[in-house]
């Protein structure tokens, strides 16, 4: 099989005086989300998503919640070392896609700034990240904004093998 597909899924409490952080991208809101690292929901999704494609588990196997040294980590650091252990099995992100569920702030404006960090990151072009923003309409968790939730998925390819010429 040369595609594998991989769904992942976050969601992180809102708290005040912590920095709101998706996408690798900080984002001026009263309050920011709750972790053990900087608590990017986004990035977190989008690791567990390649993690799945590759079924070799969540991010919390490889960066425990309760060890120190992840304390405060930044998730886009996170993410490149989930995409090297993806390469080391020879595959390669063929595009990321993800959904944020927040009620505010409003996400529109800082999409494009995510995506462009997030495929800098990860040495690819920016048409292979997709983000879209929604609310869930103040329903649940997220729509009473405690929380902000993501949605995402991989779509990974088998990295092409080098060919030698005798």
């Given amino acids: 099989m040369n595609i594998r597909i991989g769904n992942g899924y976050d969601i992180h409490q809102l708290a ?9 991208v900080r984002i001026p809101h009263e309050r920011g989300l709750l972790g053990h690292s900087d ?12 993690l799945g494609a590759l079924c070799l588990g969540d991010i919390g196997h490889y960066f425990p919640p ?8 930044d998730s886009i650091v996170l993410l490149t070392q989930v995409h090297e252990l993806v390469r080391s099995h020879g595959w390669q992100i063929g595009n ?37 923003a929604t609310t869930n309409e103040k ?7 405690e929380g902000i939730a993501v949605h995402s998925v991989a779509l990974l390819v088998r990295a092409e093998q080098e060919t030698f010429e005798f």
């Fill in 139 to 145: 329903l649940d968790a997220t729509g009473r904004e």
């Fill in 16 to 24: 005040p005086e912590r920095a709101l952080i998706l996408g690798g």
């Fill in 96 to 132: 990321l896609d993800a959904v944020i569920v927040a009620e505010r702030p409003k996400l529109k404006p800082h999409i494009p700034a995510m995506r462009d960090r997030l495929a800098t990151a990860l040495g690819i072009e920016r048409d292979r990240v997709g983000i879209k």
């Fill in 39 to 50: 608590a990017d929901a986004l990035t977190h999704a989008l690791m567990d998503a390649m």
């Fill in 66 to 73: 309760n060890d120190p040294q992840w304390k405060g980590a």
